[in-house]
């Protein structure tokens, strides 16, 4: 059974930066794409970006690009989602989740997080 759990959100500044932890366990981490998603209060989820599974490829959604970087770390089963220059707009609950299909696009995941809360004040 595939399970990741998300960890590291919490109570900023705008301006401040976070950095969000993923841990994978149960599968064959290097398998993965992971991708990295939020949801605001009130709206759907949100596509942040993904990495593919050697690290090798990232895709960012224009909101995120230049502020927010992923990366992974396959021996350690984990992949990060870097958060700088918050803005209160980034206020969301953030999930990561895995596919298998080598693909940077917001569909065909297979497993999730419980999510983690970040909370961005003005």
């Known amino acids: 059974q595939v399970q990741l759990v998300e960890s590291g959100g919490g109570l900023v500044q705008a301006g401040d930066s976070l950095k969000l932890s993923c841990v994978v366990s149960?599968?064959?981490?290097?398998?993965?794409?992971m991708g990295w998603f939020r949801q605001a209060p009130g709206k759907g989820r949100e596509f942040v970006g993904a990495i593919y599974w050697s690290g090798s490829s990232t895709y960012y959604e224009d909101s995120v690009l230049g502020r927010f970087t992923i990366s992974r770390d396959n021996a350690k089963n984990t992949v990060w989602l870097e958060m700088n220059k918050l803005v209160p707009e980034d206020t969301a609950v953030y999930y990561c989740?895995?596919?298998?299909?080598?693909?940077?696009?917001?569909?065909?995941?297979?497993?999730w997080g419980q999510g983690t809360q970040v909370t961005v004040s003005s």
């Open positions: 149960g599968g064959t981490f290097s398998d993965y794409t």
């Open positions: 989740a895995a596919k298998m299909r080598p693909a940077l696009t917001p569909s065909g995941y297979d497993y």
